[in-house]
């Protein structure tokens, strides 16, 4: 055990209640995954992950949830920053750890689907400390056969609503879910200015909550639980002291634990703390917070989380500097209107590229883009690129933006003496990542 | 003549981008030099008298029920209708025009605005995808309207509403026609800023509230586009 660590961080978790065949059978299923893993790799066809969860799966259905026992579980989920926050986690956790790392396990390429944690699991059988990036929709079945310790839910708002029509059937689906755990369940870390996470953690067994600085507000006017109308919320992009409730029940702003003011966060003590990361924006700094607390539940100090969280850089990729052809790029991806929101303010290069895309992993409906103030970027010349440049053109014609239209990234991309952020949906930053060496 | 532009409760009825019809109404008729404004209203506001071109967007069944109870309170919309100005409604903002729709599970009945006469249950299955109507009584290139649907609810038109538009590819409102004209006020299922990518429909919807005719506007961007949606539904 490391000097520095705390009796909570040093507490081990139960051993798995596993008997030696449903050992075997789960050590088959991963073995056998390994190799179709490899498969993959070899031929030039991804990391695997995703195949070798769904191979083990298939000869073990309860792979999952073997996997998942005997580990203290921290669970990431929302619908913005759940890669980066289970980073900033996981490095908080490590930082904790001191030499002995080898106890933590993370899915760090945001394969966060049942394939992908059952994937990342299996590398570390002897890991009894998991921080997991936790797809809204698997969040129920994680805290079903996982158990974990602790719930981070970051925040809620529209995400592709082609395939997902009513936002609200996850959030229930959570607090079914923490309401069937029980004691069992975990303590939730959530943000307490969103009234549909408030509504979803109302049913755990304990909630620290964090004022975190939303600039989002546009996917709660109603009140999660009683339908009437929600008042005392700020404007988008407006900050004021005031909290929000329900005109029509008792559903309010909780008090919090912890804040953010600024570019610092504020323990339960009153302790205000710099965290100073390198990864950019107001967003990253609540998270940061959402993370600090995460870690606090698991036993590690703040200074020591604060100290860990300062090494994340480019988690999966994301705020990743690199050079593609002969030009230097910052990525950047935004998945959805509010992701948008918290990423346009962190440009900073004159020249930005902007790649849309939509196939199914981007939303295949672009009327996103209208919800977005694409109006912020004038003054700077703005290229248009991806499948759906063109949607974006007209976007940004009528928000009196100058721009060109390249929709092919490697052109898009060509002839910049200077660095130039690069703004993308979920396609073409994979496929940036790529083109940067990144992935 | 200056021109009121009115996005009503966009926190309710604005979930995929509607608001985007009010920027692309506002910008086409100031860059004609027309004095233009935009007045967002939400509830607990008053819809103003001084309207011209009133906007509903999409929204989930709870924001479809209470903006029909909040706008029944106000009175201005029907207000609006009685002295000729135009509404133009999308999506769920479309269904609430109506006498009645259905919302949840179960399709429960709710009383609607009766600004058009139609009448909105669930469909057999949900209508999601791009969508390529032809707009009755018009020609040429820009009569082919292109969006973007995404609803449970079929609507069924009475005598006093006619179709916009004929079906050519998707659901629209369920039996081959495409929303819902009945003097000024316009619904239309393709959501979002359906208004962006029909130029016309955008124009037609000014000259309406104008009372006259305008003349062209020239972005290749905007014809761009059309091209290439037109194309990739058209497969
Ligand atoms: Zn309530």
Redesign the interface.
Known sequence: MAESMTPELARRAAPARITRGQRLHLNAAVAAGNLAAFASRISGRGSGASIKGQLMTKLDKDALAKLLQGRRIAAVSGTNGKTTTTHLLAAAVRAGLGADTQRLVTNADGANLHYGIASALSTAPYADLAVLETDERVVADVIRLGKPEVLVLLNFS?DQ??RH????SLARSWRTALEAAGADGPVVIANSQEPMIVWAAQTAKRVVWVETRSVWA?DS??CPAC???LRGHDAPGEQTAQRWHCTGCDLAEPEPAWSVSGDTIIDPEGTVWEPKLQVPGAFNVSNAALAMAAAAELGVPAGTAIRGMRKVTAPAGRFATTTIGDTTVRLLLAKN?AGWAEALPIINTDTVVLAIDSVAADG????????VDFEQLAGKNVIAAGPRA??L???L????VDFT?KQDLAEALAGHPNPVDVLATYTPFQKLRKMGGLA | MSLEIVLVYQSLLGIYGDQGNAKVLLKRAQWRGIDATLTQVEPGDALPDSGDIFLLGGGEDGAQTSAVRLLKADGGLHRAVDRDAVVFAVCAGYQILGHSFGVGDADDLREGLGLLDVTTTRGPERAVGEILTHWNGHEGEQAWLTGFENHGGYTALGPQATPLATVEVGIGNGDGTEGAVQGKVLGTYPHGPVLARNPALADHLLEQALGHGLDPLERWEHDELRRQRLAAVRG
């Open positions: 529209r609503l082609d029509h009513e936002i609200k546009q006017a109603l339908g009437s109308e209107p295949r409906d672009v009327s996103w883009l209208w919800d063109l949607d053109a007209v976007r014609s009528y928000a009196e239209v």
